[in-house]
Structures are given as structure tokens and as C-alpha cells.
């Protein structure tokens, strides 16, 4: 039997084309013609797929596609209008952050209330109680009420419910990204569990790391409609590349060939390539360690002392660094450029080969690439050591 089934299900949303804002322009309005005029808006359009039970299942696209409408369809807070949503099991969601709470409320009543929404009794929830509140690390404002809550604090005890009722379906969205660093990795630690366990998870995320990380399998999802659904890496693989025009680097041509070459550029690249030991595979690497990029190049055309560049960049197509430029000595060869250690936070990149002639940068080749972490951490990671400079003694 299937978690989740949803069967050709359609949903639409009414959009405003104008709204008056006074009560004059309600009047000017009507005496123009009538009411404002209405357009339907299909956030989903027969939309159709299984979630298998005890499936890690992953769902990426960009903003306005659809992911927390589908989200909201599967947990019963919103109807299809066409279509249906069968879902086998009991189920415990993070969505909009705050969700299922009252403002007013302290955070123990928000543990009865979230967790009776959740269909959960109030014996079952006491006997949860402590370990709730101990791991959202929020014991010393349990009695305070939750609108003087921090975001994280919040996220922190709705993450502690939903899994410490003991679901056999959890569904995640982006809240995640509000907690600290060490929360957050508490709580993919969660998830590990839940999946060594059997459990059934649904996450929605832009972190394209952590879902190849953790699921089986991906839908990606655009304007409504399903682009592809099948094994985690080979999808989000071809939405990244669909994401910033690249390809990634293990879709590369034959060695034979040039690799993202433009015929007009006057050096070829070829045989490109990651190498970092113990990786997941040919695009997926580790933080804090080492990796190889090489490759062999050929000039085609004559240049007055041509100079490679490496450059990195984060999702969002952000230059986040630049190497220094190597001189070509030859017209053709092979390179190697070496990182002593990967320190990007966990995420997506683009790892971009350029050349550089009488101050004129053009790029060669594109690829994309993901940093996963034994830990969680966040921002560039910092390569330093620490020494004593003075010794006090107080």
C-alpha cells in the first residue's frame, strides 16, 4: 500500500484583477462596469503521483510552482477541485512557520493544541511532554506565551511535536531553514532516524544538497505541473541544470570532445572533471575536504599570454570566489586545479573554468556540483586555528 496517492488533482485559486481600496473607488467601479473582474489561477494542473511507504520522497522548484499548495492538499488544510488525495497513515507536518499555534497561548497549551489538531489525545501528549520540550531546548520559556517566541524558538517546538507523536508520515517544508546551525542538524538527524526507522517523509526544500542527501526519489515541479519525477540525484541534477543553464559536470561529452565549449571561444576544453576521494558520486562532495578539478585544453587560435580562472558560485548565481590566474605556457596541456579543503556551506554551486586575455574575461565551462556536511553548517566555513597570546590568571 501507498503513503500518498494523489490522482490527477487540479487546484485553483481566484486572483483579483483590481481591488478597490476605498469605499469612493468601490463606487467608481461599479459605475464602470460592474464588480472587479476575477481570473481563475491553476496553482496545480493534473498533477499525479504515489509516495511509496517507508519512501524518503523530495519535491524542489522555484517559488510560485506549486510545492506548499501540494503540501497543503496532502495535510488536509486545503480541498483539490478536481482530482483526489488518498493519504495511508497518521500524519505530522511543518508548514507556514507558526501553524497550529495560538500567539497567545504559552508554549505547553500550543503542545495540547498542536498536537490535538494533529488528532493526538491528551494522555498520549503528556507522556511526550518532556521529551518535547527537552528537545526543543525551550524549558525555561514553556509557560511564557509563544508570541514571545523568537522564529527558531518556534520552529523548534513545532519540530518537536510533530515528531515526538510518532508519525508514520512526516512532511517538511522550508521552516527548517529558520533554526541555528546546531538545531538544524538535531533535526536532519531526526529525519536520518525516522527514515532508518521505515517512516514515510515527504520534504519540500530549496536546499538541493540535503534532499540528494536524504530521499529516494524527486518530483520537480514547475508552474503547476509535474516536470519529472524518478531516483533523487538524476532529477535534481537536470532541474539544477535547468536552473542556472548548466549542465553538471558528470553530463559531460566524451573525452574526445569538448565539454560546454562555445565553438567561437579560442580554447577548447575537454575530458573535465571532480575528483575528491570517497565522494557520493561524480557531483556530490564533502565539506572540509579535499577536491581535484582537471582537465586538458587546447588552444585553437593564437593568444598573447591567455590565463585560467576558477570561479565559484552559490545558487542564486552569486560570485562567491575567484582563484588566482594560471599562465598557459603551451598550446595545449593538462591542469589540474586542487582545493586543500571544500569549505562551502552544504548546498548547491557552480563551478565555472575561464580564461582571461589583456584584462577581457570569458567563461569555458560550467558545472554544477553539491557540498553535503557530517555536520550542518552555515556561511563559508572558516579555515583557522586558535593559540594563546597571554595566559590570565583571575
Wanted: glycine letters at 8%; hydrophobic letters at 40%.
Amino acid at each position: 500500500m501507498n503513503a500518498i496517492e494523489i490522482e490527477g488533482v487540479w487546484k485553483k485559486f481566484i486572483w483579483h484583477q483590481t481591488r478597490a481600496r476605498t469605499f469612493k473607488e468601490t463606487l467608481l467601479s461599479l459605475t464602470k462596469g460592474g464588480a472587479p473582474k476575477q481570473e481563475p489561477f491553476w496553482a496545480l494542473r493534473d498533477v499525479g503521483f504515489t509516495v511509496r511507504r517507508g519512501e524518503t520522497f523530495g519535491v524542489v522548484g522555484s517559488n510560485g510552482s506549486g510545492k506548499s499548495t501540494l503540501l497543503k492538499l496532502i495535510t488536509g488544510i486545503s480541498k483539490p477541485n478536481k482530482g483526489k488525495v488518498t493519504v495511508n497513515g497518521k500524519i505530522s507536518a511543518l508548514l507556514e512557520l507558526g501553524a497550529g499555534f495560538h500567539p497567545d497561548f504559552t508554549g505547553r497549551e500550543n503542545i495540547y493544541l498542536n498536537a490535538s489538531i494533529l488528532g493526538i489525545s491528551r494522555r498520549e501528549i503528556s507522556e511526550q511532554f518532556d521529551e518535547i520540550v527537552e528537545f526543543a531546548e525551550i524549558a525555561p520559556f514553556i509557560d511564557q506565551p509563544v508570541k514571545t517566541y523568537s522564529s527558531g524558538m518556534y520552529m523548534r517546538l513545532a519540530f518537536s511535536i510533530a515528531v515526538k507523536v510518532n508519525p508514520d508520515i512526516l512532511v517538511v517544508d522550508e521552516v527548517l531553514a529558520v533554526g541555528d546551525s546546531a538545531f538544524q542538524d538535531k533535526c536532519f538527524k531526526q529525519i536520518e532516524r525516522f527514515k532508518n526507522e521505515g517512516k514515510t517523509i515527504l520534504i519540500v526544500s530549496h536546499d538541493l544538497g540535503s534532499l540528494k542527501r536524504f530521499c529516494d526519489r524527486v518530483a520537480w515541479i514547475s508552474k503547476g505541473k509535474f516536470m519529472e519525477v524518478g531516483p533523487a540525484g538524476e532529477v535534481i541534477d537536470r532541474y539544477y541544470q535547468d536552473l542556472i543553464g548548466v549542465r553538471p559536470a558528470h553530463a559531460a561529452a566524451p573525452d574526445d570532445s569538448p565539454v560546454s565549449a562555445p565553438k567561437h571561444h579560442p580554447i577548447l576544453i575537454s575530458d573535465f572533471r571532480f575528483a575528491q576521494q570517497d565522494a557520493a558520486d561524480e557531483a556530490t562532495f564533502t565539506i572540509g575536504e579535499p577536491l581535484e578539478v582537471s582537465f586538458t585544453y587546447r588552444c585553437i587560435e593564437k593568444l598573447d599570454s591567455p590565463r585560467l580562472l576558477v570561479k565559484v558560485h552559490d545558487a542564486t548565481g552569486q560570485e562567491l570566489a575567484v582563484s588566482h590566474a594560471q599562465s598557459l605556457q603551451a598550446s595545449e596541456g593538462a591542469l589540474r586545479f586542487s582545493f586543500a579543503a571544500l569549505n562551502l556551506a552544504p548546498g548547491s554551486y557552480r563551478f565555472e573554468l575561464g580564461y582571461e586575455e589583456q584584462d577581457v574575461y570569458a567563461p569555458l565551462q560550467q558545472a554544477s556540483f553539491f557540498v553535503l556536511a557530517h555536520r550542518l553548517e552555515s556561511g563559508v566555513r572558516l579555515d583557522g586555528s586558535w593559540s594563546t597570546t597571554e595566559a590570565l590568571i583571575g
